[in-house]
Nanobody, 121 residues
């Protein structure tokens, strides 16, 4: 099964930037659909940005601040986060999809371990 290794999280001040990365490896897998999600304590996981068959989708709530990109040769997906706000504080996860491209977490089956992002005032 595909293994996803995430990195790039940390603590920043409001207005700062972070670039998250997620590298896929571990055997046979399909990386046509990849996505970034986040989950704050006590809240449901929400989709932020997707790249499906080369097409990028960014949720309205983070559009203009977050950008998803991909290095297909290295099986790596990135999330560039600019103008960070305290409400962006959450655990951030990447995922690989089997057949569905959705902001909902439910159809995604392969997840990374998560990387913490903390934005202070």
């Amino acid at each position: 099964q595909v293994q996803l290794v995430e990195s790039g999280g940390g603590s920043v001040q409001a207005g700062g930037s972070l670039r998250l990365s997620c590298a896929a490896s571990g055997g046979a897998y399909n990386t046509n659909f990849m996505g970034w999600f986040r989950q704050a304590p006590g809240k449901e996981r929400e989709g932020l940005a997707l790249i499906c068959s080369g097409i990028r989708y960014v949720r309205d709530s983070v559009k203009g601040r977050f950008t998803i990109s991909q290095d297909k040769a290295k099986d790596t997906v990135f999330l560039q986060m600019d103008s960070l706000k305290p409400e962006d504080t959450a655990m951030y996860y990447c995922a690989v999809g089997a057949s569905a491209c959705s902001y909902s977490p439910s159809p995604w089956h392969n997840w990374g371990q998560g990387t913490q992002v903390t934005v202070s005032s």
